[in-house]
């Protein structure tokens, strides 16, 4: 059973970039047809899909995010890590990542991913 561990600050000051790490066990980056997402939950609102990094290392990111978002990861390692920039007290929330097999753009239903993180609440502070 695969794994997911967040990990990265509590607090960020507005205009700054919000760092995450995802720590991966129990299962590969690189895993065929494997692909790794963020998603967040602002307080009081529905879970926000932010983008995800596949196997192969291809990303796709939400729309509405993609111009301040960079998601990368160390194979090495076997974690991948989340950038949004120019962040403001509307990326407060609690972020998460997540495992699915297929790429799944987009996808908010939690039952289609077959790992979570606990998840991290990250506060923007103005």
Not at 25 to 52: D, F, N, Y
């Amino acid at each position: 059973q695969v794994q997911l561990q967040e990990s990265g600050p509590g607090l960020v000051k507005t205009s700054q970039t919000l760092s995450l790490t995802c720590a991966v066990s129990g299962g590969s980056l690189t895993t065929s047809t494997s692909a790794w997402h963020w998603l967040r939950q602002p307080p009081g609102k529905k879970l926000e899909w932010v983008g995800v990094i596949a196997y192969d290392g291809s990303t796709y990111y939400s729309q509405t995010l993609k111009s301040r978002t960079s998601i990368s990861r160390d194979t090495s390692k076997n974690q991948f890590s989340l950038q949004l920039s120019s962040v403001t007290p509307e990326d407060t929330a609690v972020y998460y990542c997540a495992r699915s097999d297929g790429l799944l753009v987009g996808a908010v239903d939690t039952s289609l991913y077959d790992g979570w993180g606990q998840g991290t609440q990250v506060t923007v502070s103005s």
